[in-house]
């Protein structure tokens, strides 16, 4: 297309012209010098399509198309190893004997490698095929590829992986496709159970495609023929026009109280521009090829600022308003300038020449685009048969094992928190290693964390490489009512790994005692003691259960806590008279067996209505002979337990 551009310009300015040009687009220098009208495509025996493009020789319009032809590479494939020429390509299925609710973990793993190209045989068939097309041609590799400047140039298109979708976990990529042959991207991916399965559904049924797709995104750039034409500069018409029009033309002087402007304005002149080229002072024919239109509103711009660098010169004097914005953009020489004054004189002087004519030819690169697009389920077919990309793993190695322990607070020591015969367990736990340093590691129970956090606690240890990973150790150490300590030095004791129950060594039994208050009024007793010894973490521990006919109350209780080891405990009534004091009858054996409570009723003998009956007597003597304990009812001497122990059992003390 022939287009009419009138400007201003002078020989000494094409390559200032050619320079402007240069800078229309942000092209990187090319080295292939490719030539956009020598574009070949051939199709292969597989479907393939390469687009070659030759190579130019030579510079500017004496450049000619060389033999040398270069191809798109259009085609993305698996890389593969070097030396095994296994592909790059893995898709491993995993799951774990644990659910995921208990910390089990299922899905897939897929991560591939990929590079352009195409492979030898694909470039020996489009060798022999471009020579028959063009004798002579050699295909001498690929086209030099550049990243996509507004776009990325490496994105994948998925409904199962992508981070939105809810079927993939993470997905990580090398983020950039190559630029150059034999550059790899690499994109990974882990996918929960149903996106795992999805997938390998799209892979291993008989569809078309798989659901994964990779896009590749490049520029690359052909040589075009840009700009041609001539500009033609009609200085007789300049200077008729400047001389009509002299005092606007050189100078516009205007005068107020506060300043002086002497100068024209950058508007000024562009309006003094735009009559030069209405009345063909200036014109230019060019022929624009692929220039597009906003290129050539640039080309009349840049005409227009060689207009004002060689015929006008910035003021300095300062004129009101200063440079707008867009005065500023496009001001030669300085853009601080407050305005400009015409150069005459220059204009006379190029009288002589009185019209000069520029040819200008000009070839540019231009860019084009390459969108390479690749569905994955090529890929899949050469390496679904290969175990060493495609396969499936249980993930039960013992050494990523986590053993869980558990201990529990038994029921008989529940009750014991809450009567506060309990204060405090600790647990220790030890874990020793076949190598490194052992595991050890403590947890306690108090009534409040009972009833914050319930009556079981936990620790967790890594398995390793312990051949026995369920082995460990535990110790209890007890903090009783009165600041008893059980057992003082605690030992080690092998543990499981189903909940250990932690319990004491006795339990609570619970023991009534009656008596009838008008019997004992009828007898002058004025109260009822039932005394019992029994075996409490192997020591004899008395306690006494009283009823008084003054509280009419008969019958009392008391929870004591025996020995398990022990079946039951010794006991005697001892009585108050009113007059004769302390009575108190034998020791006898009571067998609790399993039971949690007992029951006792005062059977007052009827000889101990007679004051001088033996029985009587004697119960005065035995009175005598009763000891006070120690503290927590500790008994130290006058010990009966061990008479009964073919009844009771050994008491270990």
């Known amino acids: ?12 300015y094409k390559f200032f012209i050619l320079l402007l040009l240069s800078g229309i687009s942000s092209i990187p220098a090319v080295g292939q010098n490719l030539d956009f009208n020598t574009k070949e495509t051939i199709p292969l025996n597989d479907g393939t399509i390469i687009t070659l493009y030759a190579q130019l020789t030579g510079s500017g319009s004496t450049a000619k198309p060389s033999k040398n032809y270069f191809y798109l590479p259009t085609q993305i494939m698996l890389s593969k190893d070097p030396v095994s020429k296994v592909p790059d390509f893995l898709f491993l299925k995993y799951v774990t004997n644990e659910r995921e609710d208990q910390g089990g973990v299922n899905g897939a793993l897929m991560h591939f490698l990929m590079q352009t190209g195409f492979t ?105 023929t840009g700009l041609s034409g001539k500009i033609t500069v009609d200085y007789e018409k300049m200077s008729k026009m400047i001389k ?35 009345n063909s002072v200036i014109t230019q024919e060019i022929n ?61 002087q190029s009288l002589v020449k009185k019209k000069e004519v520029i040819t200008i030819n000009y070839t540019f690169s231009l860019p084009m685009e390459l969108s390479i697009t690749q569905n994955l389920k090529t890929f899949y077919n050469s390496a679904k048969d290969n175990k060493n990309c495609v396969a499936s793993v249980l993930l039960d190695d013992n050494f990523y094992k986590h053993m869980d322990i558990r201990f529990q607070v038994g029921s008989d020591v529940l009750k014991m928190f809450d009567m506060n015969e309990v204060d405090l367990v600790t647990v220790d736990v030890l874990k020793k290693r076949n190598s490194g340093n052992h595991f050890t590691s403590t947890i306690s129970f108090t009534k409040d964390d009972i009833a914050k956090k319930g009556s079981v606690a936990g620790i967790t240890y890594a398995s390793g490489d312990d051949k026995n990973a369920e082995m460990y150790q535990y110790r209890t150490q007890w903090s009783m009512k ?55 973490f192997g020591e004899e521990i008395e306690e006494n259960i009283s009823v008084s006919p003054a509280k009419n109350e008969p019958i009392s209780s008391k929870t004591i806590f025996i020995d398990k080891a022990v079946r ?73 337990l061990d008479g009964f122990k073919d009844i009771l059992g050994a008491v270990k003390n």
């Open 1 to 12: 297309m022939i287009k009419q551009l009138k400007n201003g310009r002078t020989l000494a």
């Open 120 to 224: 030898q045989t694909q470039l020996s068939e489009v060798q022999a095929k471009l020579d028959a097309r063009v004798s002579g041609a050699k295909v001498k590799g690929p086209v030099d590829l550049f990243g996509a400047e507004d776009a990325q140039s490496f994105t994948i298109t998925s409904a199962v992986v992508n981070k939105e979708g809810g079927m993939t976990k993470s997905l990580v990529t090398s983020g950039r496709a190559p630029l150059y042959q034999g550059g790899k991207v690499a994109v990974a991916t882990n996918l929960n159970k149903y996106g795992a399965q999805l997938m390998a559904a799209t892979f291993e049924k008989a569809n078309s495609i798989t659901d994964l797709s990779v896009n590749l995104l490049y520029k690359y750039y052909l040589k075009v």
């Open 244 to 278: 009509e029009d002299k005092v606007t033309a050189e100078y516009r002087r205007v005068e107020s109280k506060n300043s002086v402007q002497e100068s024209q304005s950058w508007n000024e002149f562009h309006s003094l521009y735009n009559k030069m080229v209405e």
């Open 288 to 348: 624009e090829g692929p220039v597009s239109n906003a290129t050539s509103e640039k080309l009349t711009e840049m005409f227009f600022q060689l207009f004002m660098s060689k015929f006008t010169t910035p003021a300095t004097d300062q004129p009101p308003p200063p440079p707008s914005e867009k005065e500023k953009e496009y001001l030669p020489g300085k853009n601080s300038a407050y305005g400009y004054y015409l150069n005459v004189k220059r204009i006379e």
């Open 482 to 536: 009165g600041g008893i300590k059980f057992p003082q030095n605690p030992q080690y004791v092998v543990g499981s790994m189903q909940a250990s129950t932690l319990d004491l060594p006795i339990t609570a039994h619970k023991i009534e005692f009656e008596a009838d208050p008008e019997k004992l009024k009828e007898l002058g007793i004025s109260r009822a003691i039932m005394q019992v010894r029994y075996s409490k």
């Open 568 to 640: 039951g405990y010794a006991y005697r009534m001892i009585f108050y008279h009113t007059t004769e004091g302390k009575l108190a009858l034998p020791w006898s054996p009571k067998v609790s067996g399993s039971g949690s409570e007992s029951y006792e009723y005062a059977v007052i003998p009827e000889e101990l209505a007679n004051k001088s009956s033996d029985l009587f007597i004697k119960a005065i003597d035995m009175a005598k002979a009763i000891i006070t304990p120690g503290p927590d009812g500790k008994v130290s001497k006058d010990k009966v």
